[in-house]
């Protein structure tokens, strides 16, 4: 009888705790899965901003398109484990497996750096198109953007 009952609760222990960490397994894949979600949908209203900001075509705005997709990559790096305190620690860890352009991404990025610790820096269009364009390729090898 005692026996008997004893290794009923053990089993009983053992299954709650075998459920328990199941549970705790999904939860997280779904957690992550739910932040990725949501990370495309935001990078995704965040393009669309940027795409908007290069048909007005404002100085201002050019700049502003510029920043927003150092931005986004900066979010996405972060949110794949890249370690680093800013985006340019985070770029350091990554090859030509992991982003095929990233020769091209640092030079976006010392553009983005220009834009923002230099009041008189000034680009064009064609420029910022360019630039925007290198952004572009890094989302769509991320799966981000189409």
Do not use: C
Not at 38 to 58: D, E, P, V
Not at 105 to 118: D, F, M, S
Request: proline letters at 1%.
């Amino acid at each position: 009888g005692a026996i008997g009952a004893g290794i009923l609760f053990g089993h009983i222990i053992y299954f709650l705790i075998k459920t328990n960490i199941v549970a705790e397994k999904l939860r997280y894949f779904f957690d992550v899965l739910g932040k990725d979600d949501l990370l495309r949908r935001r990078s995704l209203k965040a393009w669309k901003q940027i795409q908007k900001r290069l048909k007005i075509g404002g100085e201002s705005d050019l700049k502003m398109a510029i920043i927003e997709a150092d931005k986004i990559l900066d979010e996405i790096l972060k949110r794949s484990g890249y370690k680093g305190d800013n985006i340019s620690e985070r770029l350091k860890h990554i090859t030509v497996v992991q982003i095929s352009n990233i020769q091209e991404i640092w030079q976006a990025h010392k553009v983005r750096n220009r834009i923002v610790h230099e009041p008189d820096f000034s680009l064009n269009r064609g420029e910022t198109e360019i630039i925007i364009e290198i952004y572009k390729q890094a989302f769509q090898e991320f799966g981000l953007i189409d």
